[in-house]
Structures are given as structure tokens and as C-alpha cells.
């Protein structure tokens, strides 16, 4: 009887005893700095790739992808001292933060899943490979459909012989990385809504029945994130947003239900 009422009182290990506030932040500094190391490496890489002189030379691809080669002057202009140095180096940041991205993510749920039973973190981490697929997506859309119409409108948008379009090489590039970002983050929204109802935050049923303010909430969302302002290219973003929507409220009909 002693011995089981000394078993009975086994101090419970640490890892299942809440953490205070302090050991919160430390654990998110901890994280946040390994996902800061990725994007460190991330960028490593990224210079690499944009390189003037280097094995690949993306800077020229994009240029070449974005606007016709043969007109008779240079597309893009660089004026301040340091506007092409500072261009590369934000494209191989963004290369960076794609890079990074599974890294990124990885440690966003290792901060969240102390909370879950094994099995829920089974679930959560097979769910990262479709985190990079649908970022991947996400870039791949943006490369083909988004970014093309959206500078193609802008660039081309008075058709004026007497206006001679040869914008700055930084605010091309920035349009660009930030529109192929977004198009990777919003493509990223099926994950989300099923983590979020695999958390019980949100069921299938609640987001079916709010699809009219789902619709508006993506318009505005479309708006707000639009760079570029134009009404072509919030529309296509916020099309495949809302289908998007609708891929993440087919796929939270299919979360196992938590104990």
C-alpha cells in the first residue's frame, strides 16, 4: 500500500508541466533564431544564383522572362550609386526566405505542438511536405500568370509613342519577388485552414456556412496585399484565393477528430 501510494505521487516530468511565461519566450527566441540561420543559409545560396558573374545569373532570367529582348534599348534603368548591389541582394533574400520556408514552418509548429499527443504531432509534421508543394505552387503561379499580366499592364499601360517605359531596375525586381512571395504565401491557405481545424479553432461546417463573407474577406484581403494596385492583378489573386479556400474547407471535412 506504501509503495503504491508513492507511486501514485510520481512528480510529473517537466516537459508535461506548463511552462511559465519566461520559458515560453525562450523557446520562441530559440526558434526564431534557427529560422533565421535557415534564412541566413537561404541567402547564402541566393547570392549565389543572382550573381552578375555567376553560374546562373537569374537576374538576367527574370528580366528576360518579364520583358521582350528585342527592343532596341536596355528594359530597366539603374540610377542610384548603389541600386543594382542593393536589387540583387533583395532577390537573393526573398531566395533566402523560400529557401527557408519548410525551416520556417517546421519551427512555427515545434513551438506549437508541446500542447499535442504524439499522434497529433505525427499528423501536423506529415502534413510540411504539402506546406513546400503548395508554396512551390504558389511561386509557379505567380511565375506564370500573376507577376507576367501584372507588369505587362503596368508597363504597357498608356501604349504612347511618345513615353519611352524603362523603369528602375530596383522597383522592377521588388514588384516582382514581392508579388512571387505573396502568390507562395497564399497559396498556403488550404495548410492553414486545416491545421486550424485539426486545432479545433475552426470546422468545416462553420467555414461552408460563412463562404459570402469568406468571399469579401478575400477581396479586401486581395486589395490590401496587391503591390501592384491594378485591378487585373487583384483579380488574379483573389480568384485563386478564394478556390484555395475552398480546396482548405474540402480538406478540414477530412481532420480526424482529436480525443
Known amino acids: 500500500m506504501i509503495g503504491q501510494k508513492t507511486s501514485s505521487t510520481t512528480p510529473v516530468p517537466d516537459e508535461e508541466q506548463g511552462m511559465s511565461l519566461i520559458e515560453h519566450l525562450m523557446e520562441l527566441r530559440m526558434r526564431l533564431v534557427r529560422a533565421g540561420l535557415a534564412v541566413i543559409l537561404g541567402l547564402v545560396v541566393g547570392v549565389v544564383l543572382v550573381l552578375p558573374e555567376g553560374p546562373v545569373r537569374l537576374i538576367d532570367i527574370i528580366i528576360l522572362h518579364f520583358v521582350p529582348a528585342d527592343n532596341p534599348y536596355p528594359p530597366f534603368s539603374a540610377i542610384g550609386t548603389a541600386e543594382q548591389f542593393t536589387s540583387y541582394m533583395t532577390v537573393a533574400l526573398a531566395l533566402g526566405v523560400v529557401?527557408?520556408?519548410?525551416?520556417?514552418?517546421?519551427?512555427?509548429?515545434?513551438?506549437?505542438?508541446?500542447?499535442?499527443?504524439?499522434?497529433?504531432r505525427r499528423i501536423l509534421f506529415m502534413a510540411l511536405p504539402f506546406v513546400t508543394f503548395f508554396f512551390l505552387g504558389g511561386l509557379a503561379f505567380g511565375w506564370f500568370i500573376t507577376a507576367p499580366a501584372a507588369i505587362r499592364f503596368l508597363i504597357g499601360f498608356s501604349g504612347s509613342e511618345l513615353i519611352q517605359a524603362q523603369p528602375a531596375i530596383s522597383d522592377f525586381l521588388s514588384t516582382v519577388t514581392t508579388l512571387l512571395l505573396i502568390n507562395g504565401v497564399v497559396f498556403e491557405l488550404p495548410v492553414i485552414i486545416y491545421v486550424l481545424a485539426f486545432l479545433g479553432v475552426v470546422t468545416a461546417q462553420q467555414l461552408g456556412k460563412y463562404r459570402r463573407f469568406a468571399i469579401v474577406a478575400v477581396v479586401i484581403i486581395a486589395a490590401l496585399i496587391t503591390p501592384t494596385g491594378d485591378?487585373?492583378?487583384?483579380?488574379?489573386?483573389?480568384?485563386?484565393?478564394?478556390?484555395?479556400?475552398?480546396?482548405?474547407?474540402?480538406?478540414?471535412?477530412?481532420v480526424p477528430k482529436r480525443a
Open 99 to 120: 529557401f527557408a520556408m519548410p525551416v520556417i514552418v517546421y519551427q512555427l509548429l515545434a513551438f506549437i505542438v508541446p500542447g499535442l499527443t504524439d499522434k497529433e
Open 231 to 254: 485591378p487585373i492583378n487583384l483579380m488574379l489573386l483573389a480568384v485563386p484565393m478564394y478556390l484555395l479556400y475552398e480546396v482548405g474547407v474540402l480538406l478540414a471535412r477530412f
